[in-house]
T-cell receptor, first 116, second 109 residues
């Protein structure tokens, strides 16, 4: 149990375009979903926390107008990178909690975004 | 806020040996300490966790110990195998989860 999927797994886009990444909890209801960014050989950096049906809470330094997060249902959250630039290229990972308590997070497989 | 330090950053062991990774945290309110294994190009996978009311937890070849007084916790892997090679992250949580910098473990056959 506790499976989280992400789509797409890899995406390449041109500078200036927007990219949407989906995160789904497949076998449980995720009351809270988290979005992380990971640079090569570095740790996970929390970008934002979203609760179903409410606005996401962004970490300091993360532009909410650039990284749009929607958590419309208990099984789906989306991250949209708007007007992407090469510096937005990174590995984006979502996680979900809600099955066994707020602390336990289950991670998706990640999405590799490359902006040309 | 919480600050988690993890050591060592890289660890190389011979197959069959034990591996130990250590983490310290700063916020005494943290009460949940998971360990994640991340393979190249994949998301982190929870391998074991411990809560603040427990001092030690074991799951087959993996064990975690917690010293609340000293605010440190450790991951122990015994009888290491090549497939244990990955990056391991510790984390500490009281609401928000904060991750250590990661340890790249290499198990040589």
């Amino acid at each position: 149990g506790a499976v989280v999927s992400q789509h797409p797994s890899r995406v390449i886009c041109k500078s200036g375009t927007s990219v949407k990444i989906e995160c789904r909890s497949l076998d449980f209801q995720a009351t809270t979903m988290f979005w992380y960014r990971q640079f090569p050989k570095q740790s996970l950096m929390l970008m934002a926390t979203s609760n179903e049906g409410s606005k996401a809470t962004y970490e300091q330094g993360v532009e909410k107008d650039k990284f749009l997060i929607n958590h419309a249902s208990l099984t789906l959250s989306t991250l949209t990178v708007t007007s992407a630039h090469p510096e937005d290229s990174s590995f984006y990972i979502c996680s979900a909690s809600g099955n066994r308590g707020l602390e336990e997070q289950f991670f998706g497989p990640g999405t590799r975004l490359t902006v040309l | 806020g919480e600050n988690v330090e993890q050591h060592p950053s890289t660890l190389s062991v011979q197959e069959g040996d034990s591996a130990v990774i250590k983490c310290t945290y700063s916020d005494s309110a943290s009460n949940y300490f998971p360990w994640y294994k991340q393979e190249l190009g994949k998301g982190p996978q929870l391998i074991i966790d411990i809560r603040s009311n427990v001092g030690e937890k074991k799951d087959q070849r993996i064990a975690v110990t917690l010293n609340k007084t000293a605010k440190h916790f450790s991951l122990h892997i015994t009888e290491t195998q090549p497939e244990d090679s990955a990056v391991y992250f510790c984390a500490a949580s009281f609401g928000d989860m904060r991750f250590g910098a990661g340890t790249r473990l290499t198990v040589k056959p």
